[in-house]
Nanobody, 123 residues
Framework: VQLQASGGGLVQAGDSLRLSCVASGRTFSTYPMAWFRQAPGKEREFLATMRWSGSSTYYADSVKGRFTISRDNAKNTMYLQMNSLIPEDTAVYYC?????????????????WGQGTLVTVSS
């Protein structure tokens, strides 16, 4: 599976942004997918995940209520809608896919990663 993330950019606090992650290769719909981010000098942080069916979603407390994960299996694409952005959201955002996972918060459980897209939120 190859993943390509896009949609990052420079926005102001309070703005919204939607990230996309296009998958190619093996059957996209069977993989649980997730979004992570990494700010300078910090560890990679779990944000949100969605199982292949789309029936189960989980969010980090830091983004719950502001970010929404979704996927369109027909388009092999996953999204992260980010609303009410704050400067602390500034980071490189990564999409990831796992063959399967036990702990969706652990980045080591993911087998495939996109290249990352930079989101910068100015105050």
């Amino acid at each position: 599976v190859q993943l390509q993330a896009s949609g990052g950019g420079l926005v102001q606090a309070g703005d919204s942004l939607r990230l996309s992650c296009v998958a190619s290769g093996r059957t996209f719909s069977t993989y649980p997918m997730a979004w992570f981010r990494q700010a300078p000098g910090k560890e990679r942080e779990f944000l949100a995940t969605m199982r292949w069916s789309g029936s189960s979603t989980y969010y980090a407390d830091s983004v719950k209520g502001r970010f929404t994960i979704s996927r369109d299996n027909a388009k092999n694409t996953m999204y992260l809608q980010m609303n009410s952005l704050i400067p602390e959201d500034t980071a490189v955002y990564y999409c990831a896919a796992a063959n399967y996972y036990n702990n969706y918060r652990d980045s080591r459980e993911y087998n495939y990663w996109g290249q990352g897209t930079l989101v910068t939120v100015s105050s």
